[in-house]
């Protein structure tokens, strides 16, 4: 049975993308998400193809003050962008609100940190929100306490995290937005 769909109307359009997603859910196979979460998709025109920046983290591990609050500010913009992605996960992680406020000193630091470390963990165990557990990129690093701890903390989550969001298929799904 087809779907009838009138001509020279734009109603098609959310069926294909509906029916992709639906397609690429059927080719999971061991990933943890049906598709990369991205940051910014940049069309070249009508039937151009996109350009693409995947979300991940990329500022410089964490040394010292002012390079773990960066880092940790970029983990934590990076943890809300890849948990409320619908599309990546079977329903978005509305545990979000979890997560600690923007740091500003080693003190909100330490807070941020910990609780992104606390969801993270909830979160990419979870097949309520995966198609497959990610039982790969574990914290192994004991909670912050201090400068050192933040310091190991940050660099590893930045590379689990980065590990974890990049477990999609190849290429990606597509996301209606509006105009």
């Known amino acids: 049975m087809s779907i009838p769909v009138r001509t020279g109307t734009d109603e098609l359009i959310p069926a294909v993308v509906y029916a992709l997603n639906e397609l690429r859910k059927l080719s999971v196979s061991t990933n943890f998400h049906y598709s990369k979460t991205v940051e910014r998709a940049v069309w070249s025109g009508p039937k151009g193809t996109p350009t693409v920046t995947d979300c991940v983290i990329n500022a410089a591990n964490a040394s010292d003050l002012a390079t773990s609050l960066t880092l940790c500010k970029e983990i934590r913009a990076n943890a809300i962008m890849h948990l409320k992605d619908a599309v990546a996960h079977k329903v978005n992680d509305t545990t979000i ?13 330490i807070t941020c940190a910990n609780s992104i470390k606390s969801l993270y963990e909830t979160h990419r165990a979870s097949t309520t929100f995966h198609a497959n557990a990610d039982a790969t990129n574990t914290i192994t690093s004991a909670n912050a306490t201090d400068q050192t701890s933040l310091n190991t903390l940050l660099n590893e989550l930045k590379t689990d995290i980065n590990a974890h969001t990049a477990g999609a298929l190849g290429g990606y799904s597509l996301r209606l937005v509006d105009p």
């Open 97 to 109: 609100s979890g997560i600690a406020a923007e740091p500003t000193d080693l003190a909100t630091g």
